[in-house]
């Protein structure tokens, strides 16, 4: 089946540290660029980082640089992000996406995780 | 307040045709980059249902089509049913930003 799973969300006080992981199964993960897009409960998306498929091309939005850390095991399947210095407004459902090309720049998405939420709250 | 604009909500009865507009600007769908449509049904993840401005990916029905011009792009969904009521968002790329932004979304009702 093709899928993304992620794991590894739950509540963490403001300065805290969480690392997202994204399992990937049914596709050439390698042969992919991946992304990671949130969406504060209720409200719109928002894109925060992506890789691309070699790890040789890496973005984030300006709300996270500096912060959080994306990075990817190709013979793992995985992809990852490590978020540092949170803060409330970090709390959000975490989606990892599957772009459709192989280059950083994030073009579209096809495939969604179901999503893991992140609570930052003292 | 989101770099593409799109209205809160629109709403149409079953059979009927809707159209969800998105704006940008010079740096992101006036500079050419293509526009991607995605549906997010209540409690679930968002899914692909336009790329490329105009190209539906498969197992998505033809009721739903998209076009482009200038700084707007448009989602429009014809023959509506019961299952179309969910949020839409329009993404683009950003070369000011340089990264991807999407559209507030649009709540579309199914009446």
């Known amino acids: 089946e093709v899928q993304l799973v992620e794991s590894g969300g739950g509540w963490v006080q403001p300065g805290g540290s969480l690392r997202l992981s994204c399992s990937a199964s049914?596709?050439?993960?390698?042969?992919?660029?991946m992304h990671w897009v949130r969406q504060v409960p209720g409200k719109g998306l928002e894109w925060v980082s992506g890789?691309?498929?070699?790890?040789?091309?890496?973005r984030y939005a300006d709300s996270v640089k500096g912060r959080f850390t994306i990075s990817r095991d190709n013979a793992k399947n995985s992809l990852y992000l490590q978020m540092n210095s949170l803060r409330p407004e970090d709390t959000a459902f975490y989606y990892c996406?599957?772009?459709?090309?192989?280059?950083?720049?994030?073009?579209?998405?096809?495939?969604w995780g179901q999503g893991t939420l992140v609570t930052v709250s003292s | 307040q989101s770099v593409l604009t799109q209205p809160p909500s629109v709403s149409g009865a079953p059979g009927q045709s809707v159209t969800i507009s998105c704006t940008g600007g010079?740096?992101?769908?006036?500079?050419?980059?293509?526009v991607h449509w995605y549906q997010q049904l209540p409690g679930s993840a968002p899914r692909l249902v336009i790329y490329g401005n105009i190209n539906r990916p498969s197992g998505v029905p033809g009721r739903f089509s998209g076009s482009k011009s200038g700084t707007s792009a448009s989602l429009a969904i014809s023959g509506l049913q019961a299952e179309d009521e969910a949020d839409y968002y329009c993404q683009s790329y950003d070369n000011r930003l340089g990264g991807s932004v999407f559209g507030g979304g649009t709540q579309l009702t199914v009446l």
């Open positions: 010079s740096s992101n769908v006036g500079a050419g980059y293509d």
């Open positions: 996406t599957k772009d459709t090309r192989r280059e950083a720049d994030p073009y579209s998405f096809d495939l």
């Open positions: 890789i691309n498929w070699e790890s040789a091309g890496i």
């Open positions: 049914g596709f050439t993960f390698g042969d992919y660029a």
